[in-house]
């Protein structure tokens, strides 16, 4: 657990020898851990006591009847006057003091930071300092020319032209499309209706056209028929804009154009 210092905690041990200590009876105006809110199994810098020896270390509170201290890490003892890290052997009428020592204050680490991952709170007592540097996380793709190994999955199909297209969404254009359509027949009549939002034409009859079917508010005719310019006729009763009632429009060799017919309309727009 995190490292916890309860405040005004200052109290008697009945312990004897170097082990875990019991926690006694607090001295007059202060606390023991219990009562200063320290959660047990927490991390705690202490002082001891006993007659003219003293010990500062680290140890860990456990809750019981009586709360215990261990003294993990001495960080320094005096003894019959010889400084060390030695523990005291105490004699049963030591007191103790929760206190923060020179080993549990922050310092800053010496490791460079670890790279982004699963979110942790963390237990080391070392600080990154102001200028540290987060490395770049090879577990993800950068920003810039990402490079994927593995399987891609968008969240829904684009609404927008430079979004990216997921293969559900190709399929269903590539569906929507006919190609190597064969042009027939020379009027109105008679041209081959075409029966997709994307139309190719690639070959036919001589004179053959291609008549646009209102099935299909928007109908693009892609003329692949060489040395051919393709007649695109409306359906019966119908315009092609700049184009006389029923008259045909005509593609160029190569080229392409985008029939759009608005609700309600009898005239179809071009685009090209």
């Not at 005004?8 to 105006?29: D, E, H, I, K, M």
């Not at 019959?80 to 523990?87: E, L, Q, R």
């Not at 020319?145 to 590539?174: E, I, M, R, W």
Request: hydrophobic share 40%; with cysteine.
């Amino acid at each position: 657990m995190a490292f916890y210092v309860g405040n005004l905690c200052y109290f008697n041990t009945p312990t004897t020898g170097t082990g875990t200590l019991s926690v006694g009876t607090a001295v007059t105006g202060y606390m023991i851990p219990s009562q200063a809110g320290v959660p047990p199994g927490s991390t705690t810098g202490y002082r001891i006591i006993d007659g003219q020896n003293n010990e500062v270390g680290r140890g860990t509170l456990t809750s019981g009847t009586p709360w215990t201290m261990s003294r993990d890490t001495v960080e320094n003892s005096i003894i019959g006057g010889v400084a060390g890290t030695t523990k005291m052997t105490l004699s049963g009428s030591a007191f103790v003091m929760l206190t923060q020592t020179a080993g549990s204050l922050p310092q800053p680490g010496a490791t460079a930071p670890l790279m982004n991952g699963t979110a942790a709170i963390g237990a080391s007592l070392n600080f990154a300092p102001i200028d540290h540097v987060h490395p770049s996380d090879t577990t993800r793709a950068p920003t810039n020319n990402p490079v994927f190994t593995g399987t891609v999955t968008l969240a829904a199909d684009p609404t927008l032209a430079l979004q990216a297209a997921t293969k559900q969404y190709v399929d269903a254009q590539v569906s929507g499309s006919a190609d190597n359509i064969t042009a027939a027949g020379t009027t109105q009549a008679t041209a081959t209706l075409l029966n997709a939002p994307i139309n190719t034409i690639t070959g036919g009859s001589a004179g053959g056209g291609v008549r646009l079917n209102p099935a299909f508010p928007a109908q693009r005719v892609n003329n692949r028929w060489a040395g051919t310019i393709l007649p695109v006729f409306p359906p019966s009763g119908q315009t092609v804009e700049g184009y006389a009632l029923n008259a045909a429009a005509g593609v160029a060799v190569n080229g392409g154009a985008l029939y759009t017919l608005a609700s309600g309309s009898t005239t179809w727009r071009i685009a090209a």
